[in-house]
């Protein structure tokens, strides 16, 4: 597997809270991925990042926020918890060679739950 | 992005080969073709990808019709490990990466 380690993997909150997961690599690829993955969706893209401090927005990526202030490290932030958010959160990482072999890793995910 | 059409889901007997289709008639001419898969419960794994050649590594092969308006995967001896959904997409080579998966076809390998 790619350097990629995805925390926590399970996480349970309620409903308002705050809730923050980490995607941690240690590829040093300069392209980073938030998907999230619900029955009858598929992957949906919610964020990514092409280097440090520079984000932009996915397709679903209203209630989310993101932040990358180390290569390394790609945080993805629900600030207020919706139980419209519940899903599996994927992180993925790629190079950014400009060549069209530009296959995107994936973690193992997170499983997220918002009661 | 073209749009991709797969079927929703097969069955192959183990041992032999599996050939997943898909449709990509609006694939335009700087368009690559990439296939992943995603085992239950992992994250999606990049399989191969190709433009007009056919294509092929240690865990597939990719056949793309000559007009390119379709290509199929053929994994030459498929294993129960192999059961899984199979992803068809079709992007602009070189860009940003954010491939936008579909709903893909989920293969079932039997013993």
């Known amino acids: 597997d790619a350097g990629i380690t995805q925390s926590p993997r399970h996480k349970v909150t309620e409903t308002g809270t705050p809730v923050t997961l980490r995607c941690h690599q240690t590829?040093?690829?300069?392209?980073m991925y938030w998907y999230r993955q619900d029955p009858g969706h598929g992957l949906r893209l919610i964020h990514y990042s092409y280097g440090v401090k520079d984000t932009d927005k996915g397709e679903v990526s209203d209630g989310y926020s993101v932040s990358r202030s180390k290569t390394e490290d790609f945080l993805l932030t629900l600030e207020s918890a919706t139980s419209s958010q519940t899903s599996v959160y994927f992180c993925?990482?790629?190079?950014?060679?400009?060549?069209?072999?530009?296959?995107?890793?994936f973690g193992n995910g997170t499983r997220l739950t918002v009661t | 992005d073209a749009k991709t059409t797969q079927p929703t889901s097969m069955d192959c007997a183990e041992g032999r080969a599996a050939n997943l289709p898909c449709n990509h008639s609006t694939i335009s001419g700087n368009e690559y073709v990439y296939w992943y898969r995603q085992i239950h419960s992992q994250g999606p794994q990049y399989i191969i990808h190709g433009l007009k050649n056919n294509e092929t590594n240690e865990m597939a092969s990719l056949i793309i019709t000559e007009d390119r308006k379709s290509s199929t995967l053929i994994l030459p001896h498929a294993t129960l490990r192999d059961t899984a959904v199979y992803y068809c997409i079709v992007r602009v080579g070189g860009s940003q990466g954010n491939l936008i998966f579909g709903k893909g076809t989920k293969l079932s390998v039997k013993p």
């Open positions: 993925a990482i790629s190079e950014s060679s400009g060549l069209p072999g530009l296959a995107l890793h």
């Open positions: 590829e040093n690829h300069r392209y």
